[in-house]
Nanobody, 113 residues
Framework: VQLVESGGGLVQPGESLKLSCAAS????????MAWFRQAPGKQRELVAR???????NYADSVKGRFTISRDNAKNTVYLQMNSLKAEDTGVYYC????????WGQGTQVTVSS
C-alpha cells in the first residue's frame, strides 16, 4: 500500500495550493479518504474527509476555504486550499480508512509573508 502526497510548498497568505494523494495497493473506491495536518508542537488534526459514497466533512477552521474531492478512476484524492492563512501551516498527511488505516509520508505547507 502506498499513499504519495504532492503539491505542498511555500505560499503567501491569501494564496492557494492544491494537494494530491495518489493511492496504490488497495481498492481505492472502497475506502474513505481524509487529509490531516500537524503544526509544529501540536497534535495531528483532521482537515477534511470524503467517504466512499462522497459524503464530506470539514474541520470548522477550513470550511468555506478548502475543498476535498476524489477521482476513483485515478485512485487520487485532492485538497484544494484557498485563502490560506498562517495557521494553515503544517505537514499535511493523506489517510485511508476502512477496516484499518494507512498514512502517507506527508507534504509540507507553509503560509508566510
Amino acid at each position: 500500500v502506498q499513499l504519495v502526497e504532492s503539491g505542498g510548498g511555500l505560499v503567501q497568505p491569501g494564496e492557494s495550493l492544491k494537494l494530491s494523494c495518489a493511492a496504490s495497493g488497495f481498492t481505492f473506491s472502497y475506502w474513505a479518504m481524509a487529509w490531516f495536518r500537524q503544526a509544529p508542537g501540536k497534535q495531528r488534526e483532521l482537515v477534511a474527509r470524503i467517504a466512499r459514497d462522497s459524503r464530506i466533512n470539514y474541520a470548522d477552521s477550513v470550511k468555506g476555504r478548502f475543498t476535498i474531492s476524489r477521482d476513483n478512476a485515478k485512485n487520487t484524492v485532492y485538497l484544494q486550499m484557498n485563502s490560506l492563512k498562517a495557521e494553515d501551516t503544517g505537514v499535511y498527511y493523506c489517510n485511508a480508512q476502512f477496516y484499518t488505516t494507512y498514512w502517507g509520508q506527508g507534504t509540507q505547507v507553509t503560509v508566510s509573508s
